[in-house]
């Protein structure tokens, strides 16, 4: 009889807990930073878009694309945030089997800003500091080509520091620690109201420009379709409520970014609009062939050019989105 009652109650944990965690549906995924741009993966945990689709995020804060990528290849991480350009070059290297295959941030609120002595673009000629998240990063190719328009070219006329997201390199500003650092929204807001100056907001001279997208590894993801399905659901319906929501978005926002909410409409506002949070979750490919046109002119890649598609995989949002 005790054997039957234990049974019974075995049984019963099914019907009353159908979601117990199980191993293969902990997953953990990898950002930069906890800054706002970041803030839709906070927004998918906090509203129950994750549970919904029975999976239990760890996020995870890695400072450097280059570490975040390496994760992925080793499997540490199932998903992370990771720059077109760096999948390309490993493209050419042999390694395809990291894919971007949802966007994060298709475009980007940076603004180059600088300490108040510098009034223009031009005056960071002579051997001025310039942060960045990752050297090799998308927003410093970024960063790069818009000082090259301009006359000012790396590495003669300045040197790139990799210091992380946007939150250090504003505190590395502060200090004077560097020169100018490329700052998203509302961290570029909030520096310009403490005296800095704005050389160029980035987000309108190149307005097609993929930043960085959600990355896989497809042999993992192969395996582990149902999952990335279900992943790409939780942040499709996280990017429709960001967007429809706007109310509770701005009242919530300021709880996950830990910034003054007088600075979160705005921003709201610049990343929904301008779609650098995708509506519906896809990558720009158009934003990708601009990454990989610079990169190319660097010398970073040999012809024949990768195409966007070539490191897009696009299946598991398609099946999301049924």
Same mark, same amino acid.
């Given at each position: 009889?005790?054997?039957?009652?234990?049974?019974?109650?075995?049984?019963?944990?099914?019907?009353?807990?159908?979601?117990?965690?199980?191993?293969?549906?902990?997953?953990?995924?990898?950002?930069?930073?906890?800054?706002?741009?970041?803030?839709?993966?906070?927004?998918?945990?906090?509203?129950?878009?994750?549970?919904?689709?029975?999976?239990?995020?760890?996020?995870?804060?890695?400072?450097?694309?280059?570490?975040?990528?390496?994760?992925?290849?080793? #499997?540490?991480?199932?998903?992370?945030?990771?720059?077109?350009?760096?999948?390309?070059?490993?493209?050419?290297?042999?390694?395809?089997?990291?894919?971007?295959?949802?966007?994060?941030?298709?475009?980007?609120?940076?603004?180059?800003?600088?300490?108040?002595? *510098?009034?223009?673009?031009?005056?960071?000629?002579?051997?001025?500091?310039?942060?960045?998240?990752?050297?090799?990063?998308?927003?410093?190719?970024?960063?790069?080509?818009?000082?090259?328009?301009?006359?000012?070219?790396?590495?003669? #006329?300045?040197?790139?520091?990799?210091?992380?997201?946007?939150?250090?390199?504003?505190?590395?500003?502060?200090?004077?620690?560097?020169?100018?650092?490329?700052? @998203?929204?509302?961290?570029?807001?909030? @520096?310009?109201?403490?005296?800095?100056?704005?050389?160029? #907001?980035? *987000?309108?001279?190149?307005?097609? *420009?993929?930043?960085? @997208?959600?990355? !896989?590894?497809?042999?993992?993801?192969?395996?582990?379709?149902?999952?990335?399905?279900?992943?790409?659901?939780?942040?499709?319906?996280? *990017?429709?409520?960001?967007?429809?929501?706007?109310?509770?978005?701005?009242?919530?926002?300021?709880?996950?970014?830990?910034?003054?909410?007088?600075?979160? !409409?705005?921003?709201?506002?610049?990343?929904?609009?301008?779609?650098?949070?995708?509506?519906?979750?896809?990558?720009? =490919?158009?934003?990708?062939?601009?990454?990989?046109?610079?990169?190319?002119?660097?010398? !970073?890649?040999?012809?024949?050019?990768?195409?966007?598609?070539?490191?897009?995989?696009?299946?598991? =949002?398609?099946?999301?989105?049924?």
């Amino acid at each position: 009889m005790r054997h039957i009652q234990l049974g019974l109650f075995a049984l019963s944990l099914v019907f009353v807990c159908p979601q117990l965690i199980r191993a293969d549906d902990v997953i953990r995924i990898g950002i930069i930073a906890a800054t706002f741009g970041y803030a839709p993966v906070y927004v998918a945990k906090e509203k129950g878009f994750f549970k919904r689709e029975g999976l239990y995020p760890e996020i995870v804060i890695i400072s450097r694309n280059e570490q975040i990528v390496q994760a992925l290849i080793s #499997d540490s991480l199932q998903f992370g945030n990771v720059p077109p350009n760096l999948l390309a070059v490993l493209l050419q290297q042999g390694n395809r089997d990291i894919k971007l295959i949802a966007g994060s941030f298709n475009g980007t609120t940076y603004s180059l800003i600088a300490l108040p002595k *510098y009034k223009k673009m031009e005056d960071l000629k002579g051997g001025t500091k310039l942060a960045m998240s990752g050297i090799t990063s998308a927003a410093a190719l970024m960063m790069k080509q818009m000082l090259k328009e301009r006359g000012v070219l790396y590495p003669r #006329d300045y040197s790139l520091l990799s210091i992380g997201g946007s939150t250090p390199q504003f505190t590395a500003l502060q200090s004077g620690q560097v020169d100018a650092a490329l700052l @998203a929204q509302p961290l570029s807001i909030m @520096a310009v109201e403490q005296g800095l100056s704005n050389l160029g #907001d980035a *987000y309108k001279l190149m307005p097609d *420009y993929q930043l960085s @997208a959600i990355g !896989a590894r497809e042999g993992w993801a192969q395996k582990n379709r149902s999952i990335v399905v279900r992943y790409s659901k939780a942040l499709v319906s996280t *990017y429709r409520w960001l967007h429809d929501n706007r109310e509770e978005a701005i009242k919530i926002l300021p709880g996950i970014t830990k910034l003054d909410p007088k600075y979160i !409409a705005k921003s709201w506002e610049t990343y929904t609009q301008t779609q650098i949070w995708p509506r519906n979750g896809e990558v720009n =490919l158009k934003g990708v062939q601009t990454v990989l046109n610079l990169i190319a002119e660097e010398g !970073a890649l040999k012809k024949p050019l990768p195409k966007p598609e070539d490191i897009v995989d696009s299946s598991y =949002l398609e099946e999301a989105r049924k």
